[in-house]
């Protein structure tokens, strides 16, 4: 942060602010209604009619995760390319959508696709399935710490923490391997295991992982309200 604001100033931190909620806004919705949408035809259809099982919960994590990811990829494209890209920092997003494809062709908004939709699906898996499978666990430890009614809420804020930690760092290379595939001609052709294997020669593992402490900051308060709102 610090770097970024002594290179190019406060305003850079808002990079691609107008790119990134209309890409995170229906994202979000098609992420966390088609969880919820998933969830109910799950429980209903489980031996009581009132249980969702943890490998329902995986598998309605990693559709909806995949699903919005999918449905949302050209305009990921362009946040990530005003993001990395100076050419593109002071365009609209309707401005990089069509120059992207008056440039490369309407493939290109798919680039980085394959990474994206394993990030997204095993984030999904993991950040709903280890949320649900710990959420009660918490609670009822919390109870016997002496938590009180405050486990009611605390128990699913700690659960949200978890669960988005353990998703974060789980998706990390698939995440950076998809922002250097949209970022970087050279690594755009050379395919998801390509990318990854040029990514960690270049760079070792840390490049793969590159990016994390900034994921979390912005991951876990997101996870965590969420789940406790919901």
Known sequence: LRAVVA???????????????????????????????????????SADGATLSPAAAFLAGAASGSTAAFLTTPLDVVKTRQQT?????????????????????????????????????????????????????????????????SALWLGPLLAGLLAGAIASLVVAPAEATRIRQVSDPDYAGAGM???????????????????????????LPYTAAKQVLS
């Not at 305003?11 to 602010?17: D, E, V």
């Not at 290109?108 to 898996?125: D, F, M, R, W």
């Open 7 to 45: 290179e190019e100033g406060v305003l850079a931190l808002w990079r691609g602010l107008s790119a990134t909620l209309l890409r995170d806004v229906p994202f979000s919705c098609l992420y966390w209604v088609g969880y919820e949408a998933l969830k109910r035809r799950a429980t209903a259809a």
């Open 85 to 149: 890209v100076p050419s593109y920092s002071g365009i609209q997003l309707h401005e990089g959508l069509a120059r992207v494809v008056r440039e490369e062709g309407a493939s290109a908004l798919l680039t980085g696709l394959k990474p994206t939709l394993l990030g997204y699906g095993i984030e999904g898996a993991l950040k709903f399935g280890a949320y649900e499978r710990v959420k009660a666990p918490l609670a009822a430890l919390l109870v016997r710490l002496g938590a009180g009614g």
């Open 193 to 219: 295991l390509g990318a990854a294997g040029l990514l960690f020669r270049e760079e070792g593992p840390g490049g793969l992982f590159r990016g994390v402490p900034a994921t979390l900051a912005k991951q």
